[in-house]
Structure formats: C-alpha cells, structure tokens
C-alpha cells in the first residue's frame, strides 16, 4: 500500500492529497481495515507467483529480487529503531548483519553442524551482544563521534573476517544450511500473454522447499519476519520506551531531567537494532549459502543507511518504501547495466533536494512543517485563514 | 533543609566554574541565585539535576546525600529541572511534552495525574489553548511556559528553574515571576537562577549573589535588594 500511496502523491499535488489519504484510511472501521490489511498480506505473498508485467524483474529472477528486499526491509526496520527513533547516526550496521550471517555460517557449516533453525537464536543473541559491547563504551561520545566509531566498526568486523582463517578469510564460508524444508504441494506460477494471466503448470513453487533454484519460499520466510517485526516496532515505538527514545533523540539533556537513564534506552536502541540487524544477516546467509567478507562492504552501510533516509526515517512506512527502492530499482533496471548505479546516485540526489525529510516522514515532521507554513501564512495575513482551515 | 550544598566545585576541564560554594534551600521557600553570565549559575543548576559531575563537594536533599546519583534517580526523588532556554522537546506537542514530565510517574491513567495537567492549565492557560500545537514551533515566552509546566508534572518538592525570564518581554516577566510566587505557594520548594535581579530578589526568601564561580553576597532578598553595592552592581537604573 504504501507503494501505491508514494505514487498517488507524486503524480498529484504533493503532501496534502496524502494526508487527506492516510486519513480517510485511518478512519475506516476497525473490521474493514484488518480486511484490508490481510488482503495486503495476501497480496504480497502472492506477488511472486502472479509476476505482474511491469513490476517483474525480466533480467532477474523475480522471486529472489523479492526476498533481497524483505532482507532490506527487515535492516531498514532495525536501522530506523537506532537511526529514526533514538537519533543515534550507526554507520557501520553492516557489521552487525555480518556478525549474524558469519555466526550461521560457522555453526552450520564451517566449525559444526547444528540445523539452521538453532544457529539463528545464537546468531541474534551473538550480535545483540556485539551491540552491547560496541555500545556501552562508545554511546558515551554524542554526534559525529558516533558515526565515526561505528563506521569503524563495520570495516573492523569486516577486516577481521578476511584476515581470519577461523572466519574463512578471504575465501569465505560455503554450504551454509538452509531452513528445514516441508514439502506439502505445488503452486502453479502465473504467466502473461499480452496482458491476459495465464496458469503455467511447468512453472511452479513447491510449498515450501528452500532450495538453490526457486527463492520464493525464502521470500515468504523473510516477508514473515518482516511482518512480525513491524508488529514487534508498532508495540515498541508506542510504549514508554518508544517514548524514552524519542526524548533522547530531541533533546538528551532534558531526556534526563524527565527521569529518562539515557545512556541505558541508547544502549537499548542499538542492541535492538543490532537484533534486527543479525537476523536480515542471518537469513541472508542462508539463501546465498555462501559468504565471504565482500558481502559486508562499506557500501551496504551506506545503502542502508540510504533506506532509512531517503524512506523517511522515524516513519516505520516510510523506511520499508525506501528499502523497496534501494533493493528493487536497480535490479528492475539491469538493462541499463553500468549506468543503473549512476542513475541510483541521481534518483538519490533528487530525492535529497526536493524531499530532503525523506518520502514518508513521520507525522510529526510533517506537522512541524505544516506548522510552519502556517506562521508564515498568517504573517503574510489575509492567506492565513485558509491554510488553517484545511489543516 | 531541603537541599543543602557543601563546598561544591565543578570543572569544565581546567577550568573552574565553581569554586567551593555552600548554600541551603529551607522547605516551602523561595530561593535564588543570581549574577552575570558566566558566574556559574547555570552549571550550579546543572549540578543540582545531575547532571554535570561534582569535584568536590556535597549536595543533600531532605538529608540525604545525593552527589553521586544521576539526574533520572534525582527526578524519582522529587528534584525537577526546568531547563535554560528552549529546553522543551521541539517535535513533541504540548501534552506530548506534558507527559514526559510525568515519566517517572507510573500513575498516568489516573485521576490525580488529570488534576495535575489541569493545573498546569490554570497557571498558564495559553498551554490549554495550544495543547495540540508543535512545541518547536511555539514563541519563546510559551516555550519557557511549556518548560515550567513539564518540570511540575512530575510534582517535584523542589523546582530548578534556570533563567525563566530570559527574552521574555517585560509584560510576560512580570507574569512569569507572578506564576513562579504562586507555585511557591502551592506549596513546592523553588530555586531559581536569574539574570533579572530585581524581580528575583522581590521575589525570593533567599538570596545569593555569584561572582565568578563564588558567593560573596548572601542574605534575604530584601536585604539584598536594599543593599547600595548590590543595587549598583546588578539592579541599575531598574529599582
């Protein structure tokens, strides 16, 4: 939906037709509203096998482009908790997506044989300490002191890995396990004559076989997760945490003088994010079943980061949009081979001019914007009145 | 004594902000510190709160000594700070910000935490009108309103006030000073940090002028605003 949304507001006359959307939907009857969202869920699962022509990717497997951007989505999710809520700039998350992915790697295939659904508690809770420990000494230094040390650390864990032969160096970790499968049934793939769907009885996806050849089981594993992660970010944001971390990020002086330990909630933001982060690491290490340190570059901190921002960060919605375009637009637009990643860095820089609090910021940023066009509306006089009315 | 304070020093670096002060806050009082930018003010407040760390020195609240503890521990206790200038949480609206005063309140649903936001309301009827408005985007008069208001949600028995007046007009200092007599009255202990000598000393039981990190002067304000080197140092031609 909230693709839909983007789009609706692009085309037409910026944020207001949007509010004006969001709202009506807000105001659906509660009965109506989970209808919608289960048809949305349906939908989304389904989104694989139904391969619609102009959002399928025709270089790409469609179903494998699909799981990479629940792995986006689930990081943006985790890098919004440290980044969005809490305010605190984490440039080296990749990091914490390749503790997770190399913790999977070693118990599963590389030191021991433990089955997939077994390392990936342990790679959680491995890279939730990670967090802590990167953490309590740094989250003292506020600002860009922050992003430097963290940036480190993603380049730290990265180097580490190549220069480890208990890590697998530079070769890497290969025949990494595979969630268990359970072969029930086949479910026929759609395919399109000039418009009209057709059912392919060649094409089909065995429910649910986590194979080399057909990603779409792990895209319904990673859309699971993904999901119940932003029920887990829904409860958390609302609570007194969620609370304790917006205080922090305005104002940590004040936070503290309201009875807020801010140095606790930071440390808590970034073991959650961390959390998040090892998971999307994990379940990415068991699709490629190969990883070596070139997986964790640098670049994917800042395509991360890029989600978060360019989504709108503090806006769970937000941040999962921007996932979608960080992870989908370049693989829709192979053709362009070379120059797709140019095309990246433009679509990037427009985004930054024009909408530089993101596409879908949270609704107080709007508010705050709203706010002041309204004073500077009712300075100009007459204009004033109008405004206020449609606000 | 409420608070009571024992050669305290505080440094910012080498450099000293304040130099071995000892001054008390009795209950149920007015009481004020004031002098010129950079006397210390400021980080004596900030010490008080928690949060700048002491060198030396001992701070006491109801007995109690409490110069180790964290801000957020020195809240739970009934120490609340309102925060020098534009302390408000900007993106947050007004009962947005109301309610983090309460944090350390875990009765937040009930009846005695309604009266609290209704009184609040009754100082300054302005936030009751703006409860929905982006505090960021309030005048700074109603920011400094919004501060006060959030720092007695969490119903303190002493009130920090840092410079409430600051850049205010002179009609809205005289009611600000007016409400702070008032909260005073309702029985809440305050200290107070002020540039505008003259309206805190015809306010405050207590008084105690700081010169470059020190006190040299301390009395009633009374004594203090009838003193000629005081009056020619800090009251100039506003008495």
């Known amino acids: ?391 | 004594m409420l608070l009571e304070v024992e050669g305290l020093c505080v440094n910012y670096g080498h450099i000293e902000a304040i130099r071995d002060i000892s001054f008390g806050v009795e209950e149920g009082t007015i009481a004020t510190l004031i002098g010129a930018n950079g006397a210390g003010k400021t980080t004596t407040l900030k010490t008080l709160s928690g949060l700048r760390k002491v060198r030396a020195g001992t701070v006491k609240f109801e007995g109690k000594d409490i110069t180790a503890l964290p801000p957020y521990e020195r809240v739970k206790l009934g120490i609340s700070q309102s925060p020098e200038g534009r302390g408000i949480f900007p993106g947050m609206t007004v009962t947005e910000n109301l309610d983090m005063g309460a944090y350390v309140r875990t009765d937040r649903k009930s009846a005695a935490y309604r009266e609290d936001v209704e009184r609040v309301f009754t100082l300054f009827p302005r936030m009751e009108e703006r409860r929905t408005q982006v505090a960021g985007t309030m005048s700074g008069g109603e920011q400094q309103m919004l501060a006060i208001g959030r720092a007695l949600m969490a119903r303190p028995r002493l009130l920090l006030l840092d410079e409430p007046s600051m850049g205010l007009a002179p009609m809205l200092i005289q009611q600000i000073f007016g409400i702070i007599t008032e909260i005073n009255q309702q029985g809440t202990t305050v200290l107070l940090v002020e540039q505008n000598a003259a309206q805190a000393l015809k306010r405050a039981h207590t008084a105690h002028i700081l010169e470059t990190g020190e006190i040299v002067r301390s009395g009633t304000g009374a004594e203090l605003a009838g003193d000629d080197s005081v009056k020619a140092a800090y009251l100039g031609g506003d008495v």
């Open chain 1, 1 to 391: 939906m909230s693709t839909s949304v983007s789009a609706t507001s692009g085309t037409k006359s910026k944020s207001k037709s949007r509010l004006g959307f969001v709202d009506r939907l807000t105001n659906l009857p509660k009965l109506v509203k989970i209808l919608l969202w289960v048809l949305l869920a349906l939908f989304l699962y389904a989104l694989p096998l139904l391969e619609p022509p102009l959002l399928s990717t025709p270089g790409t497997d469609f179903g494998g482009v699909l799981f990479t951007v629940t792995i986006y989505c689930l990081v943006a999710l985790g890098l919004n908790i440290v980044v969005g809520y809490a305010g605190l700039l984490d440039l080296g998350y990749v990091g914490f997506y390749a503790i997770g992915a190399y913790t999977v790697a070693i118990l599963t295939s590389f030191h021991a044989n433990w089955p997939f659904l077994l390392a990936v508690p342990v790679a959680v809770v491995a890279t939730m300490v990670s967090g802590v420990l990167l953490g309590a000494p740094t989250l003292r230094v506020r600002g860009d002191y922050l992003a430097i040390v963290t940036l480190g650390f993603g380049e730290i864990i990265r180097l580490a890995a190549v220069n480890t032969e208990w890590l697998g160096d530079a070769r890497g970790i290969s025949k990494i396990d595979r969630p268990p499968s359970i072969e029930l049934f086949e479910i026929p793939h759609l395919f399109w004559e000039g418009g009209t769907p057709l059912l392919d009885p060649d094409d089909t996806t065995v429910f649910l076989e986590f194979g080399v050849l057909d990603q779409i089981p792990y895209y319904w594993l990673g859309l699971t997760v993904v999901i119940l992660m932003l029920i887990a970010d829904r409860l958390i944001k609302d609570s007194r945490v969620g609370r304790a971390w917006e205080a922090t990020r305005e104002d940590e002086d004040a936070a503290e003088l309201m009875g807020v330990p801010t140095f606790r909630f930071k440390l808590l933001a970034f073991s959650t994010g961390a959390f998040v982060g090892g998971l999307a690491g994990a379940l990415y290490a068991s699709r490629q079943s190969f990883i070596n340190p070139l997986s964790f570059l640098l670049l994917f901190s800042i395509l991360f980061l890029a989600a978060v921002v360019v989504g709108g960060q503090g806006n769970r919605w937000g941040v999962l949009v921007g996932a979608f375009l960080v992870a989908y637009l370049p693989e829709r637009f192979r053709d362009f081979s070379e120059f797709r990643v140019l095309v990246f860095g433009l679509a990037l820089m427009v985004l930054a001019i024009f909408r530089p609090e993101g596409l879908l910021p949270p609704r107080r940023t709007l508010r705050a914007k709203q706010a002041g066009q309204e004073l500077a509306a009712a300075e100009e006089g007459d204009h004033g009145e109008e405004t206020r009315v449609r606000v």
